[in-house]
């Protein structure tokens, strides 16, 4: 399996550090890919880190990470709760995705509870703050590791149950 991971950010992301350090602290987007990058060569893996106002740029990196990456870290920020699209692009990929949140949406307002990604990642960090980024990128790296070069993880099973009968 490729050991290319896609590090996605999804809106108002590149306000990280600048807005709001009582919620999303103080190190900045610029810092975040800094240490990603940094634990990335001690992992062995190659990232690709982006942030974008914008659905469809996230969309579009999702489909080329289908095409060539190993696992994908998403925080996509409000798009979290509501975007189908987003879901929907990361259920066509066939490799470990991990969504992660600097706060913890869990003790926060009752609409950041939902995620639509969550029904297709392999697992869920939130409120651990940037430092969420590297466990995610830990996770993935074991993944990658154990994955056999021709496996790919169904998110199938997740979706059936919310389909209607
Ligand atoms: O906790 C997270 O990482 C979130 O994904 C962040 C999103 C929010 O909509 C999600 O519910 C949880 C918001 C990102 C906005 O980031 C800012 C950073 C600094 C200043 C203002 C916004």
């Known amino acids: 399996m490729s050991r290319l991971v896609y590090v996605l950010n999804g809106p108002n992301l590149n306000l990280l ?3 709001q350090p009582h919620i ?3 190190e ?7 240490e990603c990058r940094e634990l990335a060569e001690e992992l062995g893996l190659e990232l690709r880190f982006h942030q974008s106002n914008a659905e469809h740029r ?21 798009f979290t709760h509501t975007s189908v699209a987003i879901l929907d692009a990361l259920d066509a990929c066939g490799f470990p995705i991990i969504e992660v949140h600097i706060s913890n949406v ?15 990642a392999s697992g869920v960090i ?7 980024y590297g466990l995610a990128l830990r996770r993935l790296a074991k993944l990658i590791d154990e994955a056999e070069p021709a496996a790919a993880v169904d998110p199938a099973p997740a979706l059936d ?3 209607q009968p």
Not at 58 to 78: C, K, S, V
Not at 106 to 120: N, Q
């Open 28 to 34: 900045t987007l610029a810092d975040v890919e800094a």
């Open 161 to 163: 149950s919310m389909r």
């Open 106 to 120: 869990h003790r926060r307002e009752s609409f950041r509870h939902r995620s639509y990604v969550s029904l297709v």
């Open 126 to 132: 939130a409120g651990f703050g940037t430092q969420g």
């Open 58 to 78: 996230i969309i579009d990196w999702i489909h080329e990470a289908r095409e060539t990456a190993g696992g994908i870290l998403i925080n996509p920020a409000a």
């Open 24 to 26: 999303y602290g103080h």
């Open 17 to 19: 550090g600048k807005r």
